[in-house]
């Protein structure tokens, strides 16, 4: 107590109330909201709606494309016949055409209706995005880290697209929640669930596996998790591993589909450091033809450079952050040992470097969505370095950021915005000039002769 008989400001304050080492704190001018001043689970709620919203708006309006007609025709087999199917083909998307299943039979197969449990997915990472950054950061980092995942490019592209990519990211926002759960307040139960919820990702994308190692490296950095905490995330993982071992096992069958050749170090460069958070996929023709004319008054049509742009932002924004780190640190090492980049890191890097580096090495396996699970990683660090540049400034960066994203945004709810396919203007020839027992023959699709 002080003179005055009031309590002096450091005295009365926790030590579990203190903020996380390797976060700055900046002072809070005049006019600026105090975020930590109101309850942080609210946010969550905010954030999760506002990404559904964005992932929802006008993600009826593209034409389906060839993967999306992949999920249709699966789903509208019988369960019996979907299930002989996974034994041949696409096993690892076995889980969510059973699902699209029953959900087509209730709700139909418009566009609207197939990509709307993927827009609701995509709010429902934000917010857990939310809740993953609060417990490693602040509340003002964690909105800002919820509202760049639902901003950014492979997730609205993900929130539109009737695949299992936006569930992936869910999960696994979900399995890294738990887990930081489990390491500060164990229990079976939850130890448990982080087992079941990193095995449900594994079953809807194998990929997801790759989840796992990075949280091996995250228990091991994090100075905070204890040796009790890292022996029974060992367990909890194993139990994990049993339960996607049947997948898996049926899945090492079925290798020769996944990814796709990636020709030469500028290809690796544009896919890993653009397209893959900051462009989705791109909306040119099948064969790889890019017929986009910039256009002044078409937003949309300036996606190439504005992803290249925003990508450039973004990178800068996270190496900002990095070196504010390392530079408190006076270390080039040990400010990853610090949260929140001894979780983002590895959750952001892992998974690229061992898909691209198999890819390099042995068989292609990468295709940038497939790795989507990463992207509220990526969304963390690009708000801790947002929160690392000072209070003058930050708008300005975010500004850029938010005006570099909106020319993608637009491009991917164009008519032809996926890979240029345009079944809904031929679905509307055929229909205007069918005649009782016309027929349709499909040509394969070349360079020369698009089908």
Not at 186 to 210: E, H, I, K, R
Request: hydrophobic share 50%; glycine share 8%.
């Amino acid at each position: 107590m002080s003179q005055s008989g009031r309590p002096q400001g450091t005295a009365g304050r926790s030590a579990g109330s203190a903020r996380p080492t390797g976060v700055r704190t900046a002072a809070r001018g005049e006019g600026e909201p105090d975020l930590r001043a109101r309850p942080a689970r609210w946010y969550g709620w905010a954030v999760g709606a506002f990404g559904t919203l964005v992932a929802l708006l006008w993600s009826w309006h593209p034409s389906l494309w060839t993967d999306e007609s992949a999920s249709i025709s699966a789903a509208g087999r019988s369960v019996g016949d979907l299930w002989r199917m996974v034994h041949t083909v696409d096993v690892v998307h076995g889980c969510y055409y059973l699902f699209l299943h029953y959900w087509t039979e209730m709700f139909g197969r418009s566009a609207f209706a197939i990509r709307l449990p993927s827009a609701v997915l995509v709010g429902v990472a934000a917010g857990l995005t939310v809740v993953v950054a609060q417990r490693l950061a602040d509340t003002r980092v964690a909105v800002s880290a919820g509202v760049v995942v639902a901003l950014l490019p492979r997730i609205t592209w993900a929130g539109m697209e009737a695949r299992p990519y936006a569930a992936t990211v869910a999960l696994a926002a979900a399995a890294t929640a738990v887990l930081l759960r489990a390491t500060s307040r164990p229990s079976v139960t939850v130890w448990v669930g982080y087992s079941v919820l990193l095995a449900a990702g594994c079953y809807l994308n194998v990929y997801v596996a790759l989840l796992g190692v990075a949280h091996l490296c995250s228990v091991v950095l994090d100075r905070r998790v204890t040796a009790q905490a890292r022996r029974a995330w060992l367990a909890s993982a194993v139990g994990a591993a049993v339960l996607s071992a049947p997948l898996l096992w049926v899945a090492l069958g079925q290798t020769g589909q996944l990814g796709s050749a990636v020709r030469g170090p500028f290809d690796w460069l544009r896919n890993v450091v653009v397209n893959q958070w900051f462009l989705g996929d791109t909306p040119t023709t099948t064969t790889g033809r890019d017929v986009t004319v910039l256009r002044l008054g078409d937003v949309g049509s300036w996606w190439a450079p504005a992803a290249v742009v925003l990508a450039i932002a973004g990178w800068s924004t996270v190496a900002f952050g990095v070196v504010r780190a390392a530079v408190r640190h006076r270390s080039v090492w040990t400010w990853v040992r610090d949260r929140p980049f001894a979780w983002a890191v590895p959750w952001a890097l892992v998974p690229t470097v061992v898909v691209v580096g198999y890819s390099v090495v042995g068989s292609p396996v990468y295709s940038p969505r497939y790795l989507t699970f990463a992207a509220p990683a990526v969304a963390l660090l690009i708000a801790t370095g947002l929160d690392a540049v000072a209070r003058n400034y930050r708008w300005v960066v975010a500004l850029v950021l938010l005006v570099a994203t909106v020319p993608v945004y637009v491009s991917q709810r164009h008519l032809y915005a996926k890979n240029g396919s345009d079944w809904v203007s031929v679905a509307g020839v055929v229909h205007a000039g069918r005649q009782a027992g016309d027929c349709i023959y499909y040509t394969p699709a070349t360079r020369e002769r698009p089908a």
